[in-house]
């Protein structure tokens, strides 16, 4: 059997440990949706566009990823896009208890979707979008946790105030 992932987020901005998930995934999947929450509660700095955008470009080399942007239900984009599994990426403990609520929530909703996680190399574990955004907001040197062309547009961000 074929297996689709879909792996949601924000990725406000993508992250160097998105992008070793997605990775990881590209080797075990047929093919891996990268799923773009609007998620306008959440008031991200980059708009989906460029949040799409910016994923595109640092996904361009592997050949079964697709980058999506969604606005619904995780369970509803997944049946419409033919995913088999949710893919979620797991840093530490303290990701486990939302996380495990989120796979216990979809699975009431969606029974037939599994949701899988992987673990990121170490180096990628303590890094996230909202510590990279405070970090490039303060003037600090982001190039070492994200893709240099996402670096360049927080750059470009916090420049222009
Ligand atoms: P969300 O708002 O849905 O948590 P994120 O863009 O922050 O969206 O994260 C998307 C997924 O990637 C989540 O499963 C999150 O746990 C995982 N993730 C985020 N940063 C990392 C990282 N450094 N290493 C591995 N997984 C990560």
């Given at each position: 059997m074929e297996i689709t992932a879909i792996y949601p987020g924000?990725?406000?901005?993508?992250?160097?440990?998105?992008i070793?998930?997605?990775?990881?995934?590209?080797?075990?999947?047929?093919?891996?949706?990268v799923a773009v929450a609007v998620n306008s509660?959440?008031?991200?700095?980059?708009?989906?566009?460029?949040?799409?955008?910016?994923?595109?470009?640092?996904?361009?080399?592997?050949?079964?990823?697709d980058i999506i942007g969604f606005d619904n239900l995780l369970v509803d984009c997944a049946k419409q896009q033919g995913a088999n599994v949710i893919l979620r990426g797991?840093?530490?403990i303290s990701?486990?208890?939302y996380e495990f609520q989120l796979a216990g929530m979809n699975r009431r909703l969606s029974p037939?979707?599994?949701t899988m996680f992987?673990?990121?190399?170490?180096?990628?574990?303590?890094?996230?979008?909202?510590?990279?955004?405070?970090?490039?907001?303060?003037g600090g040197d982001v190039s070492g946790f994200v893709a240099d062309i996402v670096a360049d547009q927080l750059i470009n961000k916090f420049n222009r105030g």
């Open positions: 924000t990725f406000d901005p993508v992250t160097n440990g998105h070793d998930i997605i990775a990881r995934a590209t080797k075990l999947y047929h093919k891996v949706i509660n959440k008031s991200p700095l980059f708009d989906i566009t460029q949040r799409v955008s910016l994923l595109e470009q640092v996904c361009a080399d592997f050949t079964n990823v797991l840093r530490a990701d486990f208890e037939e979707l599994e992987l673990t990121p190399a170490e180096q990628y574990e303590f890094i996230s979008s909202s510590m990279i955004k405070e970090i490039a907001r303060l």
